[in-house]
């Protein structure tokens, strides 16, 4: 597996079963449909956030800035069953357009979802999801990728192209 790296890296936002935002990172995910669009995740049968979609009426699928580096870490390591994530680390939630779970400011990117199927593949389930819209940061133009533990085990594991490449390689 660990020449799976590197691999984008998305927040999924579900909410709990009393409606509260639980945010977890994910390393599975992909555009499924270009008609209707959809997005799917693969989350572990034992994850908490496995349950949170399983009985989601909707959800986000937001792609990580470089401001949020940290944030991935965090959230990575600590279980919505123990902890409200978002009110402990440095995410910002705001006001989703048609759903009522909320995005995350400074992310590159953020897709409302509505379910739209589900399978499981061994030890996960791959969840797809309806995009009813969609919003793109005007601050943060690039997504961030996780490189794996060979890079460490903090927020330097992950970087955004233009810090892999270099500043010369950066687009105009």
């Known amino acids: 597996m660990s020449r799976k790296f590197p691999e984008s890296v998305v927040f999924i936002v579900a909410p709990d079963a009393d409606g509260a935002p639980n945010v977890m990172p994910a ?9 209707p669009l959809m997005m799917a995740v693969s989350v572990g049968l034992e994850r908490y956030t496995h349950d949170c979609l399983r009985d ?36 910002e939630p705001a006001a989703s357009a048609e759903i009522e779970t909320p995005i995350l400011e400074d992310a ?6 509505r379910p739209g199927g589900s399978f499981r593949t061994g030890d996960h389930r791959i969840f797809a999801g309806e995009i009813v819209a969609a919003h793109v940061s005007e601050t943060y133009e690039e997504t961030v ?28």
């Open 108 to 113: 590159a990117a953020c897709f409302e979802c």
């Open 27 to 35: 390393g599975w995910s992909m555009f499924s449909s270009n008609d």
């Open 56 to 91: 989601a009426d909707d959800y986000v699928i937001a792609f990580p800035s470089a401001a949020q580096t940290e944030d991935i870490v965090y959230c990575g390591s600590n279980s919505g069953a123990d902890l409200d994530k978002i009110s402990e680390s440095g995410l």
């Open 145 to 172: 990728n996780n490189l794996g533990r060979a890079w460490g085990d903090g927020p330097e594991r992950f970087k955004t192209l233009s810090e892999l490449l270099g500043a010369e390689h950066t687009p105009p």
